[in-house]
Structure formats: structure tokens, C-alpha cells
């Protein structure tokens, strides 16, 4: 393997190109993957799909502001991954898990985990949690079941943005993370069809993502490749990393929220009590006379 790997935190940067025609977005995701992977134990095909998908979400974060509007992806499938769940603040906080962590496939035909065959057909959801009254939920099927197509598909038809989207996450033979990133490019309102035409063959020409992050290509290096010669310009760069926004008080009124008769079955039982986050693996533990004094607050 190259030795020029990036090794500092991982970041996601926002830019425009070609006078405001074009919105850019790229992000290295590798700590934050290889953190997904050791919390959930995934497997390599789903620390991919996992990884893509926290990768994406990543990117969009970077059009949000504070902790309390978030983004995520929901992709649900009827492959054995069952699916795939990730969610992002404004401040970088991203998270996420599989349904199913430990999936093991043998590599499609390209040699590649197959993550196509490991989610199956079947809908990818964005939902965006911007503090409002409704959260906006926008759906679309998946058309490749990669991931990175379906989202650039999503934008294509449900927010009537033609977007092109790469996502990779290249995985050791150990099962941790060597790269993971992805970049994001957006045509908006009163593009020009030679701008649309270029930035598909720039696409077209650009290196497998994981190779050039491999070799120990920047977010930055991977956007001004792509839109060399554009007027390229960074608006925004902001660290992202594997935070869930879990605690014991969300728990408790979770435990809560179950309602009178439940609890007093799980008392019944006469035994303590773990809650598992889903997103962060995390246990939060409950004696029988904690849930008793939860019982008492459900009342
Ligand atoms: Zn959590």
C-alpha cells in the first residue's frame, strides 16, 4: 500500500466553481468510518455501505448551521443488510449503524465488496431536520443499490438538481479502514449545458476516489482537480467526526415514553434493565429501582 495516506482529521469543504453555476462539496472520512466499524463490528461490505452512506451525509451537513438541524439518509433494502441509517449535524456530528452489521458476501465481479448485492432494491430517504414544525422527507428508489448513483439520482429527481456523487471506502484486509471520502457536484438554477458537459467528462476522466485518496490526495486536491481551470473557491471547510447525540436522559425518557403497563412488566420480571443505542452501540444501564422511580415518572 502507498505510504502517502493522509493521516489528520478527517474534514468536509464547500466551494462553488464557474461563476456560482457550480456548488462542490468533498469530505475524508476515514477515522470516522474505521470508528463505525469498531463500534457496530461491521463487516467489510457494510463498513462500505456504511461508510459511503456516512460519507454522503457528511457532505450535506456542510449546508446546515448549529447541533440542532440535522440530515440523514435512510436507504432500506431487501438485501440481507436490510438497512442503512446516518445522520449529521451542523457542527460535523455524524452518525450511524446497518440493521444487520455483520453481512458477509464474496466480491462481485469487479473484485469489489458488493455492496449492491448486500442492500438489495429498495428506497433511499433524506430527511432534514431543520427545527421546524415538519421535518422534509424526500424519497426516491434505488437505482444501483451503490449508493453514491442513488444519491445523485435523488437530487436529479426529487430536488431537481443534477448532481454527480462518488463515494468510496476502501477496506484492509484486517477489516479496518485504509481511505474512506467521497465528492459532490451540483449544477445550480442557470447553468450553462458546457459547464453541465464539462463536469460530466472531468467525472468521467477522475481517478478511482479511493486510489487518489490513497495516494494522499486532500478533500481540496480532489475539487480543484475536478474544476481546474473553473475559478474554484472553498466557502466552507468544517471538521466531521463519529459523535451519536445519545445520553442517559434521552434514554430514560425513551424508557419512559414506553408507557405505565411495559415498565411494570419489566419490573415484573425483576431484572436490570440495558438500553442499546442503536446509533453508537452504547449501553445504558438500568437497576430494577431505577425503573421503578422511571415507573413512578410515567405516572
Ligand atoms: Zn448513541
Redesign the pocket.
Known amino acids: 500500500m502507498c505510504e502517502a495516506k493522509y493521516e489528520g482529521p478527517d474534514y468536509a469543504i464547500r466551494g462553488t466553481a464557474a461563476d456560482g453555476q457550480v456548488l462542490a462539496f468533498a469530505v475524508s472520512t476515514a477515522k470516522m468510518v474505521q470508528e463505525a466499524h469498531e463500534r457496530h463490528k461491521t463487516s467489510p461490505v457494510v463498513t462500505a455501505a456504511l461508510g459511503r452512506t456516512m460519507s454522503a451525509v457528511s457532505m450535506m451537513s456542510l449546508q446546515l448551521k448549529g447541533a440542532e438541524e440535522e440530515i440523514s439518509i435512510q436507504i432500506k433494502g431487501s438485501g440481507p443488510v436490510g438497512g442503512i441509517s446516518a445522520v449529521a449535524n451542523g457542527e460535523g456530528d455524524v452518525?450511524g449503524y446497518a440493521e444487520v452489521p455483520d453481512v458477509d458476501l464474496p466480491l462481485n465481479a469487479k473484485g469489489k465488496l458488493d455492496v449492491a448485492e448486500a442492500l438489495g432494491i429498495g428506497v433511499m430517504s433524506i430527511v432534514k431536520d431543520l427545527g421546524l414544525k415538519e421535518p422534509y422527507v424526500g424519497s426516491t428508489h434505488l437505482v444501483t443499490s451503490e449508493i453514491a448513483e442513488d444519491l445523485a439520482y435523488y437530487f436529479t429527481a426529487s430536488e431537481q438538481i443534477p448532481s454527480a456523487v462518488a463515494l468510496g471506502v476502501l477496506v484492509n484486509p484486517d477489516g479496518s479502514v485504509w481511505t474512506s471520502g467521497g465528492y459532490m457536484l451540483q449544477l445550480l438554477p442557470g447553468a450553462t449545458d458546457e459547464v453541465a458537459d464539462m463536469l460530466q467528462e472531468r467525472c468521467q476522466n477522475f481517478p478511482q476516489l479511493t486510489t487518489f485518496l490513497a495516494e494522499g490526495h486532500t478533500p481540496e486536491e480532489v475539487l480543484e482537480t475536478l474544476l481546474e481551470g473553473l475559478n474554484f473557491q472553498i466557502m466552507a471547510k468544517q471538521p466531521v467526526q463519529f459523535k451519536?447525540?445519545?445520553n442517559r436522559d434521552r434514554v430514560e425518557r425513551a424508557l419512559i415514553s414506553i408507557g405505565e403497563k411495559d415498565l411494570q412488566s419489566l419490573i415484573d420480571e425483576g431484572e436490570d434493565v440495558d438500553m442499546n443505542?442503536h446509533?453508537?452501540g452504547?449501553t445504558y444501564h438500568f437497576t430494577i429501582d431505577e425503573v421503578k422511580e422511571l415507573l413512578k415518572k410515567a405516572r
Do not use: E, K, W
Open positions: 452518525r451519536c447525540n445519545c443505542c446509533y453508537c452504547r
